[in-house]
C-alpha cells in the first residue's frame, strides 16, 4: 500500500524520513506529549510521539494466531450449519465440542492471551485491524451456543467463566485498538510541523482513541451479551415459575444483542482505517455470513414452529370431526 495516502494534504515531510517507520510510529504509539506552542493560529496543538509498542513478534507467530483463529471460525461455521440441518432450536453441545467454540474454556483464553500481546502481532495478522472481527466472532458464539444440559453448578461455572473471558478479552483489545485509532486519528487530522518524524499541529485537542473511529471493545455490545449471559444464569439456578418471568426479558435482550453486533459489524466495515483491506474483508465478510445463518435459522424455526401448531391443529380437527360423527350416529 502507498504510505503516501496516509498522509495529511499539505504536510511538512522531511524527504529522509522513512514513510513505514513514521506509519509504524503512529500507529503504534501509546504516549502523546503536547508540547507549548508560539503560533497559537496555525498550530495551537503541538505533539509528538513520546512512547511506542516494542518491536512485532516474528512472522511465526501471526501464522499462529491466524490458523488458530480460521480454526475457531470453521468450528463456529460447521456447528451452525450442521444445527440448521437438524431444524432444533439453540444449540445444546457435548462438552469437546463446545471448547473448540470460540468462547469455550480452551480457544478463549488464548484469545485473550493474543489480545494482550497484540500491539506486537502485527505482521501479517495485524490485531489491530483484525481483533474487533474476532470479538464479533467470540460474542456470537456465546450467544448462539449453550449448555443447558449441564447441572447448575457446571452450568454456572461455565457461564461465569464465559463472562469473565468476554470481560478481559474487550479490555485487552481496547489496549490494542486505542492507540491504533489515535494514531490514524492524529495522522488523518493533523499537519506535520517538520520538527521531528511525529511532531504534528492540530487545530483541536488529541483524545484517546482518536475521533474518527469511534468503535470500543468494552462497549454496550459487550454489556448486553455479558447481561444476556448473566440472565442464562439466574434462569437456570432460579424456580421454575420466577424463571418462567425472566425468559421473555432474556430473548429480548437476545435479539437486541444480534441488532448491537451487526451494527458493529457494518461500521467497522464502512470506517476502519483503510489498510489490511482483503484481509478486513474477509474477516468482517465471515461475520457477516455467521449473522446471515442466524437470521436463517431463526427463519427455519419459526416456520417449523408453525409448520408443528398446523399439524396439531390439522389433528384437533380431525379429532373433534371423529368425535362429532359419532355423536350424530348415536
Known sequence: MNMLLWLPEYPTFQPGWDQE???????????WQVEETLDTVNCPYHYFCDKTHPSNYPLLVDVLVLLFTAASYLMTLVTVIMDMSSGRGRIFLSQSKRFLLPSGPVSLPIIILAFAKGPQINTVFPLSCLGPAILLMVLISALSFDSAA???FKYTFFVASTVSGILHASLYLDSVVLPYYTGFDALMSSTFSGECASCVCRKEALVV?????????????????????????VCKISAENYAGKLLFIKELMEKFCWILITVDCVY??????PERVVLRVAAFGGIFLLIFLHVLREACNQIYSMAYLAQKFRWMSSSLETIWRKKLLL
Open 150 to 152: 449441564d447441572k447448575d
Open 209 to 233: 482513541g482518536g475521533k474518527l473511529v469511534r468503535y470500543r471493545g468494552w462497549s454496550m455490545t459487550t454489556f448486553f451479551v455479558v447481561g444476556v449471559l448473566c440472565l442464562r444464569i
Open 21 to 31: 517507520q513514521v506509519h509504524a510510529t503512529f500507529f503504534k504509539c501509546i504516549s
Open 268 to 273: 467497522l466495515t464502512l470506517n476502519s482505517p
